[in-house]
T-cell receptor
Framework: DGGITQSPKYLFRKEGQNVTLSCEQNLNHDAMYWYRQDPGQGLRLIYY???????QKGDIAEGYSVSREKKESFPLTVTSAQKNPTAFYLC?????????????FGQGTRLTVV | QKEVEQNSGPLSVPEGAIASLNCTYSDRVSQSFFWYRQYSGKSPELIMSIYSNGDKEDGRFTAQLNKASQYVSLLIRDSQPSDSATYLCAARRDSSYKLIFGSGTRLLVRP
């Protein structure tokens, strides 16, 4: 089955630790995205990537880093510089076609700082 | 002004009624719009996309785009309790691949 896989589903981080969230897709999509969702809020864009080895900051990139070494993978690292990292993290992907740009989401990773 | 704005709700409708969800957008977003449904604790799922002015129908769902007034709406006919969820409006920012979301409207369908 084609889809987007995020892991782990739940993640606990201690203060001061870096953690990496995995996102893998087998849809052959060029574009990939990371969003953060806080309780009762909409989605805020952290980073996005249109092609391999290229990515751009979204609206709330501070305290996060990404890489895009393979088309299928777009991992997100939440660094210790992110002061309030507890949130629901969503990865999405879409084809790179201005005429048809629906994005599809993985199941999400719920990160909690303990 | 936010690029994509939605009323947070909740919007409460009786079962079988038409639910109307609205979204307004700024000049910074392009003409590609999407409606997603999100159940509590789950990830968003795509319901409709609309790219041109007018209506687009898919089953019980109709998306409407009015470029002159800068709004996009989603109508849900014959609403069911299972339609109770948060509905997110999204748009592409300008000519980029950035996908920007509104804060969502919570819909409650009363049995």
């Amino acid at each position: 089955d084609g889809g987007i896989t995020q892991s782990p589903k739940y993640l606990f981080r201690k203060e001061g630790q870096n953690v990496t969230l995995s996102c893998e897709q087998n849809l052959n999509h060029d574009a990939m995205y990371w969003y953060r969702q806080d309780p009762g809020q909409g989605l805020r864009l952290i980073y996005y990537s249109q092609i391999v080895n290229d990515f751009q900051k979204g609206d709330i990139a501070e305290g996060y880093s990404v890489s895009r070494e393979k088309k299928e993978s777009f991992p997100l690292t939440v660094t210790s510089a992110q002061k309030n990292p507890t949130a629901f993290y969503l990865c999405a992907s879409s084809i790179r076609d201005r005429g048809r740009t629906e994005a599809f989401f993985g199941q999400g990773t719920r990160l909690t700082v303990v | 002004q936010k690029e994509v704005e939605q009323n947070s709700g909740p919007l409460s409708v009786p079962e079988g009624a038409i639910a109307s969800l609205n979204c307004t957008y700024s000049d910074r977003v392009s003409q590609s719009f999407f409606w997603y449904r999100q159940y509590s604790g789950k990830s968003p799922e795509l319901i409709m996309s609309i790219y041109s002015n007018g209506d687009k129908e898919d089953g019980r769902f109709t998306a409407q785009l009015n470029k002159a007034s800068q709004y996009v709406s989603l109508l849900i006919r014959d609403s069911q309790p299972s339609d109770s969820a948060t509905y997110l409006c999204a748009a592409r920012r300008d000519s980029s691949y950035k996908l920007i979301f509104g804060s969502g409207t919570r819909l409650l369908v009363r049995p």
